[in-house]
Structures are given as structure tokens and as C-alpha cells.
């Protein structure tokens, strides 16, 4: 793939321009106001994939927003991958926390400011250059399919239909995915776990309108000390989580994989550091990493109710609300998760106010292997280009469709991500190194040609 070098510098410019097009268009799958821009952000994928030598290239309808699909088949014997990305992204907000605006991009620093620069707009972006610089140098040596959907961020809720309703068109040998983050630039990884995620919404209810609060003020209880006393009920003094068979089915991690997880570099001071912490808080008995990666948790996502604006408002409000999610590791099940906290919750919710619970989203935990040709075919790939074989490591984050694909196409993962967990994804100032989208530019041609060379 070294005979790509001309192509890839005299285009690399090009490649920068044409992601900032992309990261222009402000497709927040969350909220309807963005409804166009998403669209519009399906068919700039569509018009790329088309551009950069793709066949077959469609938007293929769901009840949501539409999955781009395009494939180039070089010859049906050969070993096929599928690439998947997102082209939706998180809400901007709050965007005055932003240094620059969200959907104009910069580069500073060398790095690449924007909503989605890092998730996943620039990431799976660099699938279609990857590609189009095999193809316009003579060098794919496999099949490609592509797979891009819009509504990663809110739980790709329509994307199992999709994928039952295609399951021959999306037959592959692997499905190559770069979401993920490496450890630094100077220490390549390869994702091999990811949690799962139950998510959802609280409402409690205490007096049927919202009271004055001198008035009525210690004669009811106020709904939002109601629920931030069941919230914190949650967690015991070692930060385990209270809910009863919680933790039945958690896997146990050995005590030798737990070693070598530990061998990769970490510094805990430097975390704090980065986050501006005198002191981290998790789980009794397990390190920082561990606690992210290996262990599940439950956390608010965010808590609302009475009257938060300008000034102060004497009122005791009659509902309040929270938004909960947990994170789950493999063999807990998001559904049964979900039920023992719907369960416990109203167990534990006093006779003065009324809880209900709702469902969001959620999907399970992800372990994908390090003993097949694709994940081998990854590791060289990153070996060659950064010059350091990569260390498998779990993550936090949850990619859910990964679970699915291998439920419903029987196909398994490689979590090819290029990223850095400090690019601040999903929250303000996210950024993308223009090193790290040059080097998967550069790396992804070398993973087909190996995993080409390695099928054979
Ligand atoms: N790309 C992320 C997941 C991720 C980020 C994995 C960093 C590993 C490292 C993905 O877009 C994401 O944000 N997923 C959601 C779950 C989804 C169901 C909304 C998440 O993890 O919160
Ligand atoms: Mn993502
Ligand atoms: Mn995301």
C-alpha cells in the first residue's frame, strides 16, 4: 500500500476540505429541528461514496432516518468487509461553552474543531477516502460494503429491522467499525469490549399542582428532595450499586486478564489532571480503568423539575424528573437490568409521591475476538503505520449495533478506532486530531491488504 503515498499527498487537502463540508451540516438526530440538515447529511454521504468509486449507492428508507449503503464487489470469492459509521451527531449544547462554533470547523492546534469531528463524522470518513484511494490506484484487493446509518445517538432503534430485511446484501466477513478511541498517538489500541446500556427517564409526582412554598412548605414532601434521596439511595458507601440482583450476572474478569490490563499505561494523575479533579470516586477495589471498563455503573444524566429560571421562584413543586442511564458489562442483559430497576425504584418510592418509569433505550455489552484473521489483519495494520503493535483494551462506551450484527449476520466486529478518549465527544469543543484522520486514512488500506493476504 506504499504505492498510495503519492496519491494520499497530493489529495490530502482535498480529504480535509470535503470533511469539513460534511461537518457543516448540523445533523443532531435527537432533535426534529435538525430534521433536513440530517437528510441533507445522507444524501452528502450518498453524493461521496458515489464520487469516491462506490456502486450501487442508495439511501435505504427505515421509519427513522435513512442508512446509506454503497458497495464496490471486485469478485465474489474474495473476502468481503463491511464498514459501518454514523453520520448522525450529538446536540452542540450548551453552545456557549464553545470556543468556536459547533458546525463551522477549524483546525487549531492540529486539531479539528466541530460537532462530529471525532464522532463519527471524521472517523468514518475516513472509510470513503481510505477507499477511494485503493480504488483510484488499482488496489482494493476485497469486497466493500458500506453501511452508514443516522441515528447512532439515539439508540439506532430502526437499524435491526433494516438489517433482518438485508441480511444476504450485508453478508460480510467482518464488520470494520472506527468509533472507538486509541490510548494516545504514540500508543495504538485495538477496542475489544464496549458496555451495554439500559437508559432511562424518571417522573415523580408529589402534589397534583405546583405549591407556594412557604405555604404549604414542610406540611408535603417536595418531589425533587423525594427523588435526589432515592437517587442517592443507589449507591452504597462503596459505590456499589444498591439494586437488588444488580450484579447477578456480571462476568467475573479474571485475575490474570486484570493483570494484563493493567500493564497498559495510565497515568491516574494525569487523568485528574485533564479533568480537574483533586480525587477520582468509583468502586471500591478496582482501579480507574477497571472501573470504566470491566465494571458496570449507574449514573443521572441529567435532573429537572420546578423552576430554574432567571432569579428565584418560592414554589415547591409538584413533579420532578431525572434522566438515568447504567452501564452494563457482558452477560448482563439490558432488558432484565431495566425491569430490577423499574422494580426497585417503585419499591422504594414512599407512600407521598408517585414514580413512574419509562424505557428509553438500551443495548448489550460487546467482547470482540483477538483470535480471528480480521483482528490480526488490524494489528498489523496499526504496527505498520505507527510504527508500535497496538494493545487490545475494553472500553466504556457502548456501540450497541455491534451485539446485533453478530445476532443477526453472525458476523463479528473489529473496533478499528482511531480517536483519543480527550477529543471531548459529545460534549463542547469536540475535536479530532488531523494526525489521527491522516493516520486512518493511511492505516485502513493496510488492514485490507492484510486481511486480503491473510484469508487467502
Ligand atoms: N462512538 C460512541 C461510543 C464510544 C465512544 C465508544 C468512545 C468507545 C469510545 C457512540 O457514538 C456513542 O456515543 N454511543 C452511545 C450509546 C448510544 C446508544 C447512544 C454511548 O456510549 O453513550
Ligand atoms: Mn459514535
Ligand atoms: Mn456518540
Known sequence: MEKLQPYFESNKQRFLDELFDLLRIPSVSADPKFKDDVLRTAEFVKAQLIAAGAENVVLEQTKGYPVVYG????????????????????????????????????????????????????????????????????????????????????GSENLETYVKAHIQKLKSDVVLISDTSIIANDTPSITTGLRGLAYLEVEVTGPNKDLHSGVYGGGVANPIN??????????????????????????????????????????????????????????????????????????????????????????????????????????QSSEKITKLFEDHFKSIAPKYVKVKVTNLHGGEAAVTPTDTIAYKAASRAMEKTFGKAPIPQRTGGSIPIVTMFERVLNTKSVLFGFGLDSDSIHSPNEHYGVFNYYKGIETIPYFFQYFAEMSK
Not at 451527531?89 to 487549531?108: G, I
Not at 492540529?110 to 484511494?133: C, L, P, T
Not at 470504566?292 to 409538584?318: E, F, H
Open 226 to 331: 423525594t427523588l435526589c434521596d432515592m437517587i442517592s439511595s443507589l449507591h452504597d458507601a462503596d459505590r456499589k450499586i444498591n439494586i437488588p440482583g444488580f450484579y447477578d450476572d456480571v462476568e467475573i474478569v479474571s485475575d490474570s486478564e486484570r493483570a494484563e490490563m493493567a500493564k497498559a499505561p495510565f497515568s491516574l494523575e494525569d487523568y485528574k489532571k485533564d479533568l480537574g479533579l483533586d480525587d477520582v470516586l468509583g468502586e471500591k477495589g478496582y482501579s480507574t480503568t477497571e472501573r470504566v471498563s470491566i465494571r458496570p455503573t449507574l449514573d443521572v444524566n441529567g435532573i429537572w423539575g420546578g423552576y430554574i429560571g432567571q432569579g428565584a421562584k418560592t414554589v415547591l413543586p409538584s413533579k420532578a424528573y431525572a434522566k438515568i442511564s447504567m452501564r452494563l458489562v457482558p452477560n
Open 71 to 154: 458497495d464496490k464487489i471486485i469478485d465474489p470469492k474474495l473476502p468481503t468487509v463491511l464498514v459501518y459509521g454514523h453520520y448522525d451527531v450529538q446536540p452542540a449544547d450548551p453552545y456557549d461553552l464553545w470556543h468556536s462554533p459547533p458546525f463551522e470547523p477549524v483546525v487549531k492546534d492540529g486539531n479539528i474543531y466541530a460537532r462530529g469531528s471525532a464522532d463519527d463524522k471524521g472517523q468514518m470518513y475516513m472509510h470513503v477516502k481510505a477507499f477511494e484511494m485503493m480504488l483510484k490506484n488499482n488496489s482494493l484487493p476485497c469486497n466493500v460494503k458500506f453501511m452508514i446509518e443516522g441515528e447512532e445517538e439515539v
